[in-house]
């Protein structure tokens, strides 16, 4: 089990953090889709994470913006929501799904997004490479990423049923590593691994030259995002 600096991302959230930013709506969209599929009609919804708007006046929903405000604030829901909220906590925190499990009623509703294993390959790839030739092995530099059956298989080990995945593709691309980095401040992405990562002015000077070329190849740089909608029921 990963261990992270979860003060650290609480810290960078309200310094950079932006609500409305592009990957934040791109799974709301998909979390409202979903809800508008399946015809639930929740009553009492909680949201982990960052709130979202879901247009309805007649809900009483709580928000959780953390793993301890959830612990100390028990509750019992028709509905459990969250927008990338669980990225790190389901790496994390053996037992966060059966806490989840126990909030819910009977019949109800758990949906969630995370960001699969199958994004980022071409950065992942870019730091990899300069990793192995500056420390001659590589670092975990932002995540952590998951694995859609083995979370499938987590929420099967906590007594969740019918889960149904959907996944969507998209990409940004850049030609500014300036841009790129800001709108990671703003996504909340970042490395919060509590692994120690020895500093060499050089990395940053190889990653620069290696973006570059890059750029003048392509026009841009790719940052290739899948998103897993999980919807899934008590």
């Given at each position: 089990?990963?261990?992270?600096?979860?003060?650290?991302?609480?810290?960078?959230?309200?310094?950079?953090?932006?609500?409305?930013?592009?990957?934040?709506?791109?799974?709301?969209?998909?979390?409202?889709?979903?809800?508008?599929?399946?015809?639930?009609?929740?009553?009492?919804?909680?949201?982990?994470?960052?709130?979202?708007?879901?247009?309805?006046?007649?809900?009483?929903?709580?928000?959780?913006?953390?793993?301890?405000?959830?612990?100390?604030?028990?509750?019992?829901?028709?509905?459990?929501?969250?927008?990338?909220?669980?990225?790190?906590?389901?790496?994390?925190?053996?037992?966060?799904?059966?806490l989840v499990h126990n909030s819910l009623n009977n019949n109800s509703?758990?949906?969630?997004?995370?960001?699969?294993?199958?994004?980022?390959?071409?950065?992942?790839?870019?730091?990899?490479?300069?990793?192995?030739?500056?420390?001659?092995?590589?670092?975990?530099?932002?995540?952590?990423?998951?694995?859609?059956?083995?979370?499938?298989?987590?929420?099967?080990?906590?007594?969740?049923?019918?889960?149904?995945?959907?996944?969507?593709?998209?990409?940004?691309?850049?030609?500014?590593?300036?841009?790129?980095?800001?709108?990671?401040?703003?996504?909340?992405?970042?490395?919060?691994?509590?692994?120690?990562?020895?500093?060499?002015?050089?990395?940053?000077?190889?990653?620069?030259?290696?973006?570059?070329?890059?750029?003048?190849?392509?026009?841009?740089?790719?940052?290739?995002?899948?998103?897993?909608?999980?919807?899934?029921?008590?």
């Amino acid at each position: 089990m990963d261990n992270f600096n979860l003060k650290k991302k609480s810290n960078r959230k309200k310094l950079f953090f932006k609500k409305n930013n592009i990957l934040s709506k791109f799974g709301e969209n998909l979390l409202c889709s979903k809800l508008n599929f399946i015809k639930t009609n929740p009553i009492n919804i909680i949201q982990f994470g960052d709130s979202f708007n879901l247009n309805e006046s007649n809900k009483k929903i709580l928000i959780f913006n953390n793993f301890e405000e959830f612990l100390t604030n028990r509750t019992i829901c028709d509905a459990f929501l969250s927008n990338f909220g669980l990225q790190i906590y389901l790496a994390t925190e053996n037992h966060i799904l059966d806490l989840v499990h126990n909030s819910l009623n009977n019949n109800s509703l758990l949906c969630f997004n995370l960001i699969t294993q199958n994004s980022f390959v071409t950065l992942k790839k870019m730091f990899y490479e300069i990793d192995e030739n500056l420390f001659q092995g590589s670092y975990r530099r932002f995540g952590p990423f998951h694995d859609i059956q083995n979370t499938i298989e987590k929420l099967n080990n906590y007594n969740f049923k019918e889960t149904v995945v959907s996944t969507e593709n998209f990409e940004l691309n850049y030609n500014s590593l300036k841009k790129m980095r800001n709108d990671f401040k703003e996504f909340g992405i970042s490395n919060y691994y509590n692994d120690k990562i020895k500093f060499k002015k050089d990395f940053y000077i190889k990653t620069n030259q290696v973006f570059e070329k890059i750029i003048k190849k392509n026009s841009y740089f790719p940052i290739e995002l899948e998103i897993a909608t999980f919807t899934t029921w008590k």
